[in-house]
């Protein structure tokens, strides 16, 4: 099956459950939303072989208030095929997310441009990670998705990575001092730095690793 064709269907999958049994007016409404005429939704609809196109598609997950990705599951799950292996469109990429607390790569991804992220770094070592709590405020805040590109592990002060503490993954801007690597907090009224030491370091006494440096957040201004 060609994939651009692929998650397409998927997508009209989804508006068949959600516009197809809706009263007229109500899909007059809608229509209007996604700036297409009622004639061309009752198309889409209701012919076996109209597929929505790349402008409509985007507008989808805006009226709907749902992700990309979630739209594209719930139409797989529709199509009767496994919501694990998704057709995205070609111009996007999946970055997985990693757990924070287990640093272990979950079966979930989120999706950017392909585009986009070649202007940022390594697509192949880029990841995901969900900051919790809000020691980096307001630069990064809770629920926030993070973008790291896990290829750039060199200090840079100043700078923002995801570093792992022992068992604990954290958002932290680096600074340096004779002998020692301070991991900052933006919110300082509520977080102190933490020393990490070279010597401690280098004889494995801690357990500690830069992951990636963070190059983007993705945030609902909601």
């Known amino acids: 099956m060609?994939?651009?064709k692929g998650y397409q269907r998927f997508i009209k999958a989804f508006m068949i459950e959600h516009l197809a049994d809706l009263k007229r007016p109500v899909r007059l409404e809608y229509a209007k939303k996604l700036g297409i005429s009622d004639r061309y939704l009752d198309m889409i609809l209701r012919d076996p072989e109209k597929v929505p196109g790349k402008n409509l598609i985007t507008k989808i997950p805006e009226l709907f208030d749902l992700s990309l990705e979630e739209i594209l599951i719930r139409g797989r799950q529709l199509s009767g095929e496994s919501p694990e292996l998704l057709c995205y469109?070609?111009?996007?990429?999946?970055?997985?997310?990693?757990?924070?607390?287990?640093?272990?790569?979950?079966?979930?991804?989120?999706a950017f441009r392909r585009d986009w992220l070649h202007q940022k770094g390594n697509l192949d070592t880029m990841r995901s990670i969900i900051a919790t709590g809000n020691s980096?405020?307001?630069?990064i805040h809770d629920g926030d998705v993070v973008l790291i590109?896990?290829?750039?592990?060199?200090?840079?002060?100043?700078?923002?990575f995801a570093v792992k503490?022992?068992?604990?993954?954290l958002l932290k801007r680096l600074e340096r001092e004779p002998g020692y690597i301070i991991l900052c907090s933006d919110n300082q009224d509520n977080h102190r730095p933490i020393s990490i030491s070279l010597e401690a370091l280098n004889e494995e006494l801690i357990n500690f690793e830069i992951m990636g440096k963070c190059i983007s957040t993705c945030r609902d201004l909601s």
């Open 149 to 160: 590109d896990q290829s750039q592990r060199k200090v840079e002060v100043g700078k923002i």
């Open 2 to 4: 060609n994939s651009e």
């Open 165 to 169: 503490l022992d068992d604990d993954v």
């Open 89 to 110: 469109p070609s111009e996007f990429a999946l970055i997985p997310y990693l757990e924070q607390q287990s640093v272990q790569e979950l079966t979930t991804h989120v």
């Open 136 to 139: 980096m405020a307001p630069s």
